[in-house]
Structure formats: C-alpha cells, structure tokens
C-alpha cells in the first residue's frame, strides 16, 4: 500500500512524513481511528515508506521487492496482530494471531485494506466469544523483537485493534514498547483508546484521525465503482455517517445485500399471506420455519446485520409509502420487491414494523433466543397487517 493510495486526509500522511524526515519519527505510535478510517492501510503504507529500497520524499517506490512483499502483506518484517479467540477448529488456550494470518490477509486485501472489527469477527466465526490480541501474541512478539530485522531495515508491528489488547498481554509489552530494539516500530491502532491500560497509552504518541469528508467519500466510492452514477454514490455518502466501510457495505450490487434481500421478501410475504388469511400452501409456515431455523444458526453479528439490512429497507418502505421517492434510493431488486408488497402494507403497518426491529435488534444485542425474537416478529408484524375490527 503506497500513501497515494490511502484514503485519509494529506495532512495526516505530511504529518507522519515529516517525523521520518526529520528522524523523530515514535518507536511506539497510537493511531487513534475512526469507524470506517483507512487506518489499517496507513499504519501498512508506512511500514513499506520505512522498509522500501528506492523511496521518494512523499512515497514508497512500489515496484522493489519489499514493496511487492508489502502489497501481499507478505514482508518477512511486517508482523501483523489482531484480535482472535478459539474457533470450531482451535482451542482458546492456543490462540493467536499468527493462526489466522491467511485469513487475515485474505479478508484485508479482499477489501483494499479497510477492514472493521465486526467484519473480522464474523470471518473468524468468534461472533459470540471476546476475540482479544491475547498473551500468546505478546510472547510471539517479544521472540521476533529479539532478532533482527530480517532485511535489515525496520521491523514493523502493526497491533491492529489494540484496544481490544489483553491485559495481560498488554502488561507483558510494557517493557518492549517503553525500550524497543532500535529500528523497531509499533503501530497500535484503536478506535477506542479509553478501553487501553494508560501503562500502554502513556509510552505511545497518539497520531488522531480526523473524520473522512463526505466529499472524499463520495470520491473514493466513484473511483472504486467507476460504473457508479454521482447521484447514488452522493446518495450513499449522505447515509455513510463519515465511515467509508459502511459506504462501501451499502454498494447496491453486494451479495450479501442480494441475499438479505431475499429472506427478507420470504419472510414477509410468509407474514402477509399469513395476515390474509391466504390458502395455508401460501402462508407456507414450514417455509417460515425453515428460514428462521437458517436465520438462527448466523452468528450474532450477521444476524445483527441482518436485521439491520431489514430495518433499513423498512425504512426506505415507509419513505416510499408516504410519497417521498426522490429521498430514497432503491436497487431494482429492491424496487421490485416493494411494487410485490406494497399493496398489503399501510403507512403505519410499517412504522410499526420499523419499531418492531428496533426492539428485536436490542434483544439480539443483549443475547436474547434468536429464534424466539424471529418468531415473535413474525406474529408481531402479521397483527400490524391484519385488518383492524
Ligand atoms: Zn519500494
């Protein structure tokens, strides 16, 4: 990842840019990001400027052989650490970063380096677990920080997430980051500092990230779906809450999108037909039943997004249904489905849809029986729909 390609402001990069010029550049730095920051790729564009053969003032070359490592995140002196837990397939007493490492790399360079925290989660199947940058790491970090650097430039550490760092692996690098070896830089990033030992905070200088514009937003979503018109890309910034993940998530031709699509349509139309008092091959309850079993083996963080992605298109309905069409933007498949509904709900039966999700968004949060909640709103949603006596 070269600076040009890093999607936060200039000042930021001349900022980091500057202290390496000048020598002064922290042995231990604290990026504190934003959701939706491209702070991943910036902690990764510096370790390349620090390692690479043929640097410029402003970037790394991108072309020797340390910079090809870097793009792979493959170079032998980039160590990469991120929260992990025990899965299906390792024991939590064994985890560690370095047993995810495929899959970490995998999911960053799937997606340009901006990666958020629930995303991970959910790739690592730790969804209902406190994935954490444990002990184990600490150790396989203090074994490398006594050798050298393996191309004999810097070696870099990237403690992606730190603030979800152990204590006790936290307590175990106190010493490293208050004396690193010489040519030895640690990149801490964390989006909520507050949660760090101040044992940690206080042996690193903090490097803030200010919020993306929603001009850049706009920008950086043009450039990676040239196909994209200005108006949805402006449309999409607007409900990007500054965070360029959740912009990019909201790009109309995402599969996931398809398929929340798609078990939302069954599931309502299960509800109106149901609500109607349709032939029981329409209501389908089997049917029903089949897809809340499916909804209930997500993880919780993908049945949140789930609900979410519900909640949202729920919300673009009631829009829609009070005749405000030019705030909403729409794919065709969703359109479609809204023309195959739209008969059978009313303003209100939406909006009471709409709260319904918020409730049972906030009893999946607070772990409540996924499957309970599902069905819950099947026959809370069918009472909204059905003609009122
Ligand atoms: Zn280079």
Redesign the pocket.
Same mark, same amino acid.
């Given at each position: 990842m070269q600076f040009k390609d890093v999607l936060v402001p200039q000042e930021l990069k001349d900022q980091l840019l500057q202290q390496i010029h000048d020598g002064r550049i922290s042995h231990a730095q604290l990026f504190h990001s934003q959701p939706g920051n491209h702070s991943f790729a910036l902690a990764v564009a510096m370790g390349?400027y620090l390692? +690479? =053969?043929?640097?410029s003032e402003t970037d790394?070359?991108? =072309? +020797?052989p340390? +910079?090809k490592q870097f793009e792979k995140l493959e170079h032998p002196d980039l160590h990469l650490y991120f929260p992990n837990c025990g899965t299906d397939k390792i024991d939590s007493k064994d985890c560690e970063s370095s047993l995810f490492l495929k899959e970490f790399r995998e999911y960053a360079l799937a997606n340009n380096l901006h990666i958020d925290l629930p995303e991970w989660i959910s790739i690592l199947g730790g969804a209902n677990k406190k994935p954490a940058i444990n002990v184990r790491d600490a150790s396989r970090i203090l074994h490398f920080n006594s050798m050298r650097a393996y191309a004999g430039k810097y070696k870099v550490y990237i403690l992606w997430r730190a603030d979800r760092l152990h204590p006790d692996c936290g307590q175990k690098l106190l010493k490293t980051l208050e004396e690193p070896e010489e040519n030895s830089i640690f990149i801490l990033i964390a989006e909520e500092p507050e949660y760090m030992l101040p044992t940690i905070l206080s042996r690193t200088q903090t490097v803030k990230f200010p919020r993306l514009s929603n001009e850049a937003i706009e920008q950086a979503l043009l450039k990676e779906h040239p196909d994209l018109s200005p108006e949805v890309a402006h449309n999409i910034t607007l409900h990007a809450d500054h965070n360029y993940i959740k912009a990019r998530r909201s790009y109309p031709n995402d599969e996931l999108a398809a398929q929340m699509l798609d078990t939302f349509q069954a599931f309502t139309q299960g509800v109106v037909a149901y609500a109607q008092r349709q032939p029981l091959d329409k209501v389908n309850f089997k049917g029903t039943q089949d897809l809340i079993n499916d909804m209930t083996s997500l993880s919780k963080e993908d049945l949140r997004q789930h609900l979410l992605f519900w909640q949202d298109l729920s919300r673009k309905f009631l829009l829609m249904k009070a005749g405000n069409d030019q705030l909403v933007m729409l794919t065709d498949a969703e359109k479609e489905t809204y023309e195959q509904l739209k008969s059978a709900f009313t303003l209100r039966s939406v909006s009471q849809l709409n709260e319904a999700l918020n409730v049972a968004l906030l009893h999946i949060v607070r772990n409540g029986n996924p499957s309970l909640i599902l069905t819950d709103l099947y026959f809370q949603f069918a009472s909204f729909l059905m003609p009122k006596k």
């Open positions: 390349q390692c +690479c =053969e043929h640097p790394s070359c991108g =072309e +020797c340390s +910079c």
